[in-house]
């Protein structure tokens, strides 16, 4: 086959459709019946398609003819149909394809070319099946597209409930901070520095020096679990001085909330934007149902029993019964016997003999 001395190689799938290289001169693959498995066209085409077909190369743009028979009207159809619906889930496995609960019927395109859909509803004798199709992928497409736009425009309220939550607990945390600040600036005392010094007194402790409040806090703090940072246990100073240096944080503390809130505020109207959008494509929708709920209708018309046809036994063996016996003289009425009138035929031997008649 190589060496082009044979020129057309049958053979079966398991015998040649596997494994076997004869590709170099191959110009076109026949398929001559239906395998069950996608994988089994597969294979057959892999005798011709693949790499080192030489005359595919120089001679038709890398390209080989593919034919496929099928009788309209046969089981081909339903095997196509498996082949389909095998060929469709595992493409779309293996291309990660499945994001939802169902399966894509795929379509006719330059990739794929006809695919098992296009070959079930041509080999059926109706073309209304392979339009069908084409609808209930159209009107799938849209529904899924609708369910995204919903979910995105779901998302978006949901986010922009959140920011805006958000942004208020924000504006009151500041309002409070803000009051805090100005009350701990009216009382707090600086040395020459600006260093805060330590003026405050604590209610359960009497004592008012530096030194007992340190002690008194980091009592506290060994038996208190608190969620404000920690008390230094090694240097009473320190220790005391927590409180006054958290005070002291305030100011940045307000500016990474009014940081925040206003990257929070950016968003506010991109969000609104896309809530206040409409699908576009609702109408077009509701087309495409009416037109596939015509078609159904239309396809049930077609296939269903005609009145006629359904009580057809039961005209017959009435017919049977009423219709009587033809007589003698009725038999010879419908025996078509040819008429001729001797007295005007001049006898020659080239009259036809399917003239000639015996009495």
């Known amino acids: ?16 459709g596997t494994g076997v290289n004869a590709q170099r001169r191959a110009v076109c693959i026949h398929h001559l019946d239906t395998p069950w498995r996608p994988s089994d066209l597969t294979q057959r085409d892999g005798r011709a398609i693949r790499a080192g077909n030489e005359i595919a190369k120089l001679y038709a743009d890398n390209k080989v003819d593919v034919i496929i028979y099928a009788v309209e009207k046969s089981l081909d159809s339903y095997k ?18 499945l994001g939802a609960r169902t399966i894509d019927e795929g379509g006719m395109d330059e990739k794929s070319g006809m695919n098992f859909s296009e070959y079930m509803a041509i080999l059926s004798g109706n073309t209304d099946l392979l339009d069908k199709a084409k609808l209930e992928k159209r009107i799938a497409a849209l529904e899924s597209e609708r369910k995204s736009f919903n979910k995105g425009r779901g998302d978006a309220e949901f986010r922009l409930q959140t920011i805006t939550h958000d942004i208020a607990n924000n504006e009151a945390t500041i309002g409070l901070m803000k009051a805090d600040w100005e009350r701990y600036s009216k009382v707090v005392q600086r040395d020459k520095e600006g260093t805060p010094l330590n003026n405050l007194t604590i209610d359960t402790c009497k004592l008012t020096d530096e030194k007992n409040m340190g002690v008194h806090l980091q009592g506290l703090a060994q038996r208190t679990d608190t969620h404000n940072g920690y008390i ?3 240097d009473t100073h320190a220790a005391c001085m927590n409180f006054v240096n958290a005070l002291e ?4 503390i307000i500016a990474q909330y009014e940081e925040r809130t206003v990257k929070l505020k ?11 959008k409409k699908w576009g494509k609702e109408d077009e929708l509701k087309q495409l149902k009416s037109d596939l709920a015509a078609l159904d209708r239309k396809i049930q018309a077609e296939i269903a029993p005609k009145p006629e046809q359904a009580d057809g036994v039961e005209n017959k063996k009435a017919e049977a019964n009423t219709i009587d016996a033809p007589s003698t003289e009725a ?28 009495h």
């Open 1 to 16: 086959m190589n060496d082009g001395d044979v020129r057309v190689l049958f053979g079966s799938t398991s015998m040649l």
């Open 80 to 97: 196509f149909n498996l082949l389909h619906c095998k060929a469709t889930f595992i493409g779309q496995l293996k291309s990660g394809a």
């Open 232 to 234: 230094a246990m090694s």
């Open 249 to 252: 944080k305030i100011p940045g």
């Open 266 to 276: 950016a968003d506010v109207p991109t969000l609104e934007g896309i809530m206040s």
């Open 331 to 358: 038999k010879k009425s419908m025996v078509a016997e040819p008429i001729i009138d001797y007295t005007s035929v001049n006898v020659n031997l080239s009259v036809s003999k399917a003239y000639i008649m015996r």
